[in-house]
């Protein structure tokens, strides 16, 4: 299951991540917002989302706002996330394959909806190639278990 957040910044864009959803038979649980209003604040769909992808509850997630930027700063507060923005198809994929993302972000206002399509395509194609990467996520592990590394 995919878990999908956003606020009121990409509350068009995600029509788009559902109509993709859709049409690959993926099931998706949305966490909102379910309005477009302004000053929705996007740590609290980043977190929703994040936390159902930490505890296994979603495979996976997608997280939309203005830029994507702000939802995946929030979402990466959360340990055992890797989210990820992406504007490009080569982004998208090398994130999965190097970095095993497990969430995407993606900014209504930096991208349109058939960009949108292509990373979304991209993204879940592609798979974690682990190996020397394995090596780094697990760094990445380290550090949220033990902030003050050096």
């Avoid at 559902?18 to 477009?36: Q, R, T």
């Avoid at 000053?39 to 929703?48: C, M, R, T, V």
């Avoid at 159902?52 to 929030?74: D, F, P, R």
Wanted: hydrophobic share 40%.
């Amino acid at each position: 299951m995919i878990a999908i957040g956003n606020d009121h910044a990409a509350f068009n864009l995600k029509k788009t991540v559902i109509e993709f959803l859709n049409s690959k038979n993926m099931p998706y649980k949305d966490f909102g917002a379910f309005e477009k209003v302004e000053g929705i604040d996007y740590p609290d769909y980043a977190l929703k989302v994040a936390h159902a992808v930490s505890s296994g509850e979603c495979e996976m997630g997608i997280l939309l706002c203005g830029t994507g930027i702000g939802v995946s700063i929030a979402a990466n507060k959360i340990r055992g996330i890797r989210a990820a923005v992406c504007t490009d198809v080569f982004s998208a994929k090398a994130t999965r394959n190097h970095n095993n993302a497990n969430i995407l972000c993606l900014g209504e206002r930096v991208i349109g909806t058939g960009v949108a399509w292509e990373i979304l395509e991209a993204f879940f194609a592609s798979e974690f190639e682990g190996g020397r990467h394995q090596r780094r996520v697990e760094k990445i592990s380290d550090i949220e278990k033990n902030p003050h590394l050096k």
